[in-house]
């Protein structure tokens, strides 16, 4: 098991049905390559935990590498573990603030600074997470 972070900025802003597009495109590839994850996205910024095979997530990593929608795309953290973060979940979609376009999908959370998942919570998280925290928090005082 392999867990690989990201960021990237988008090449220009995604409206909302661009966003549940990409989101459902997303969902998709990762049940084919057996990948679970997160996908957060403000202020044109995309932050994405992807979790599964190594090679599976290197693939998909690279994918958006060479995705031309993205841009400035940083890796900011790999590794092996022992467990899934967001097992049952092909992909969970935070969005800062709340757009109720989302409200029904599953897996959709609004994000800000006083709703955060449980395993983003301080002394509960693992290496990933806290990476992944990082990310969210600059976001967060970046569209604040």
């Given at each position: 098991m392999y867990e690989i972070i990201y960021s990237s900025v988008a090449t220009k802003k995604f409206s909302d049905a661009e966003l549940m597009d990409l989101l459902?495109?997303?969902k998709l590839k990762n049940e084919q390559l057996g990948l679970?994850?997160?996908l957060v996205y403000?202020?044109?910024t995309f932050v994405q935990l992807i979790e599964g095979g190594m090679d599976e997530a290197r693939e998909l990593?690279?994918?958006v590498f060479l995705d031309p929608r993205h841009t400035r795309?940083?890796?900011s953290h790999q590794q092996r573990i022992y467990e899934r973060s967001f097992s049952g979940w092909s992909m969970?979609?935070?969005?800062?603030?709340y757009d109720?376009?989302?409200?029904?999908?599953?897996?959709?959370?609004?994000?800000?600074?006083g709703c955060l998942p449980k395993n983003l919570v301080p002394g509960t998280m693992t290496l990933g997470m806290k990476?992944?925290?990082?990310?969210?928090?600059?976001?967060?005082?970046e569209l604040c």
């Open positions: 459902g495109i997303s679970t994850g997160m403000g202020g044109g990593y690279q994918y795309v940083e890796l969970v979609f935070k969005k800062f603030g109720a376009i989302y409200e029904n999908e599953p897996g959709y959370e609004s994000l800000n600074a990476v992944l925290r990082k990310h969210l928090d600059k976001l967060h005082y």
